[in-house]
């Protein structure tokens, strides 16, 4: 028997949050979907998600305009989204492109690809990444051992272990205590 599945093997898609502070999330359902069941550890009130949904005319929960608002403001507030599609690979949503996302994403990768992440192992180590930030325009088209090897860095920068990631089984063990996000 195995320890690790190997995410090739998946035939659904593998997801992820990882908070500013590199708490990386497994979301099992989608992204918006832990943010709506936790919304105290995104900085966000039950009563601000159901605004903005109600603001869009949109179901709660569902995948439209209210959630794209959600998630982009997250984004301005350092999360990183990640979803992996089968079969096209990784779709990494960002801010902007900062020496601490190039470091939490480089770890990520190494994580990913050598020990695994909550039992889940990447075996494809050419398999895709796509970076995009959507505050400075920033697009990056790699692969995930690329990401590893330190793709993203810039002559001078290098890893910094200070900013290595942390993996947790629920969004209720975020450590990170984000400022609320009232002005959304």
């Known amino acids: 028997m195995r320890l690790n599945t190997y995410l090739n093997e998946i035939t659904g898609t593998v997801a992820y949050w990882i908070s500013p502070r590199g708490e990386v999330l497994p979301v099992s359902t989608n992204h918006i979907d832990i943010i709506i069941k936790n919304p105290k550890k995104f900085g966000l009130t039950t009563e601000k998600i159901e605004k903005i949904y109600a603001d869009h005319n949109e179901r709660m929960g569902s995948e439209g305009d209210a959630r794209e608002e959600i998630i982009l403001e997250l984004l301005k507030h350092n999360w990183i989204r990640i979803r992996r599609y089968r079969n096209q690979g990784y779709s990494v949503n960002v801010d902007k492109m900062t020496k601490k996302i190039k470091d939490t994403l480089f770890d990520w990768a190494n994580k990913l690809l050598n020990k695994g992440i909550n039992g889940m192992k990447e ?3 050419f398999i895709p990444v796509n970076i995009l930030g959507f505050g ?14 330190d793709v ?19 969004a209720e063990d975020f450590t990170y205590e984000p400022k609320r996000m009232d002005d959304l």
Do not use: C, M, P
């Open 123 to 125: 075996g494809d180590k």
């Open 136 to 149: 400075d325009h920033f697009l990056k088209r790699t692969t995930i051992q690329k990401v590893a090897d």
């Open 152 to 170: 993203l860095y810039e002559a001078h920068e290098s890893f910094d272990i200070n900013n290595s990631v942390v993996i947790v089984e629920s």
